[in-house]
């Protein structure tokens, strides 16, 4: 999970007078508060055609919404859903635990059922040793079964696998590291649909390290610094990373627009738009525009990027952690 603080902060106003903002004189202080982001911004049904296609919008793989996500494919699963539009475009990554969770909801019941392998880690000789004379595997398969007290993780997607046929993926630039490996890991079982734009382009796994588990005594300066090791290049069940070197190549190419005035899940908004019509609903072709709240005065703001962005986040192993001091 991941939380952010906010410091106090004095806000100008002002009023938009013919694409130029003119100032009122006024100002306000915002107070500093602790807040969760959660990750799970948009989950909806769309019913066309008689059939009924999911659509998901995830920004984060953090652990607090794993059980929100498993009531989630609970849902699309009584709904009957056979597709699903899963949209990473601003999912930069996060625990593997949550990738794992995803995984066994959105792969074929078959595959879950028989606990085949979703993902494989590839580590360099010393630490695939330990793994061997420790007798760990290095594969992860789909289970329903999560259960990760060192974290709080206790979790089971028993009656959550939807059942699917198909996924579009919606990504783009601010897709990275855990939603690659996803979409990457289930390659080999499910029909992926790509659409959006190439993405981030992190095929690694690592550990996050804090100083105090580093060191057997530990220095005060050091007490709140930690550190994110690579370990690992993930592999999906057909030994591939499909991200690896430089990104998920889309299918079908299309350039994500935030400052266009279309809320996430809306059937118009442009990424989801394609998907759905490759998922067989018609559009009117007369009375549907592009919107856009963009002004000659107004440059595009950057893509936030969460703490999450850019990792893909292992529990440290018992024997691994008992070794590092």
Request: aromatic share 10%.
């Amino acid at each position: 999970m991941h939380f952010f603080e906010c410091l106090p902060l004095k806000v100008s106003l002002g009023e938009l007078q013919e694409d130029i903002i003119v100032s009122q004189n006024k100002s306000i202080e915002l107070t500093a508060v602790n807040m969760y982001e959660n990750p799970i911004i948009c989950d909806s049904v769309y019913e066309f055609n008689g059939k009924k296609v999911g659509y998901l919008a995830y920004t984060g793989f953090d652990l607090k919404s794993i059980n929100p996500l498993i009531e989630i494919g609970k849902k699309f699963k009584a709904e009957g859903i056979e597709e699903l539009v899963l949209d990473l475009r601003y999912n930069g990554g996060g625990y593997v635990i949550t990738e794992n969770v995803l995984a066994s909801m959105f792969a074929p019941q078959e595959a879950v059922s028989s606990k085949k392998v979703f993902e494989k880690e590839i580590y360099n000789s010393y630490l695939s040793e330990i793994y061997q004379k420790q007798g760990e595997s290095l594969e992860t398969r789909f289970t329903t079964e999560f259960n990760y007290p060192e974290v709080e993780v206790n979790a089971s997607t028993k009656d959550a696998n939807i059942g699917l046929k198909k996924i579009y993926g919606l990504i783009g630039s601010g897709s990275a590291s855990a939603s690659e490996a996803l979409l990457g890991g289930l390659m080999p079982y499910t029909n992926v649909r790509l659409i959006g734009t190439q993405t981030h382009g992190k095929y690694c796994t690592g550990w996050m390290l804090s100083a105090e588990e580093m060191y057997e005594k530990c220095p005060q300066e050091l007490k709140n610094w930690g550190i994110y090791v690579m370990v690992s290049i993930y592999q999906n069940a057909d030994g591939k990373t499909p991200c690896m070197p430089d990104g998920l190549i889309p299918d079908i190419q299309i350039e994500d627009d935030p400052i266009q005035a279309y809320q996430i899940g809306d059937v118009n908004e442009p990424l989801l738009k394609q998907a759905l019509t490759e998922a067989e609903r018609s559009y009117e072709t007369d009375g549907v525009h592009s919107r856009s709240a963009a002004s000659p005065h107004f440059k595009a703001l950057p893509p936030v990027k969460t703490p999450l962005f850019g990792k893909r986040i292992q529990l440290i192993p018992s024997f691994v952690s008992s070794h590092s001091k």
